[in-house]
């Protein structure tokens, strides 16, 4: 089946600045790469998602970019935010056919 | 649409106790699955349905946890006995493409 690394498990930045976080899969049959959003005590979040025919998509102050020979893909958000703080999980689709198997996730802190 | 509703929200039993984990997709979403989330191994896929029907119930943990999808509105996860160990954050999720995951609020389940 797939397996989905994710890192780092904290990151920690200064409000204003970028924030990346990356994630690898090991399943080249995998087509599809969304990122979810998690506040505490609050249910997973879409927050962008990218399809394997595609290097680069933005919204607003996020992008994720894919490298499907690499078998790597990264979250960028940018102009940090409070709000912006949360854990942050990368996850890849196996080909379609298993559901989604997601990264460890990423704590992100963003200091004031 | 009311999103993905789970019951109860919060579940305390003593180790033994059957725990029944209830969920409603969204209507119309002909996928669904459950997940568990801990600290130690993140969001794992235990099962999922496609059109009522158990297509990969790999990651079930054991034998003492089962699952149903009687009808296109409802689906259950039960434990029979419950342990400590199964103490987590147990989410269901619904999709029409399988891909691209509706979370419900989730049931936090606590095993005394």
């Known amino acids: 089946g797939e397996n989905v690394e994710q890192h780092p498990s904290t990151l920690s930045v200064q409000e204003g600045d970028s924030a990346v976080i990356k994630c690898t899969y090991s399943d080249s049959a995998s087509n599809y790469f969304p990122w979810y959003k998690q506040e505490l005590g609050k249910r997973p979040q879409l927050i962008i998602d990218?399809?394997?025919?595609?290097g680069e998509k933005k919204d607003q102050r996020i992008a994720v970019t894919l490298n499907k020979t690499a078998k790597h893909f990264s979250l960028h958000i940018t102009e940090t935010q409070p709000e912006d703080s949360a854990v942050y999980f990368c996850?890849?689709?196996?080909?379609?056919?298993?559901?989604?198997?997601f990264g460890k996730g990423t704590h992100l802190i963003i200091q004031p | 649409d009311a999103g993905v509703i789970q019951s109860p929200r919060h579940e305390v039993t003593e180790m033994g106790q059957e725990v029944t984990l209830r969920c409603k997709p969204i209507?119309?979403?002909?996928?669904l699955f459950w997940y568990r989330q801990t600290m130690m191994r993140g969001l794992e896929l235990l099962i999922y349905f496609n059109n009522n029907v158990p297509i990969d119930d790999s990651g079930m943990p054991e034998d003492r946890f089962s699952a149903k999808m009687p009808n296109a509105s409802f689906s259950t996860l039960k434990i029979q006995p419950s342990e400590p160990r199964d103490s987590a954050v147990y989410f269901c999720a619904s999709t029409e493409d399988r891909n691209v995951l509706t979370f419900g609020a989730g049931s936090r389940l606590t095993v005394l």
């Open positions: 990218i399809r394997s025919n595609v």
């Open positions: 996850a890849a689709n196996g080909g379609g056919a298993d559901g989604l198997t």
């Open positions: 209507s119309g979403h002909n996928s």
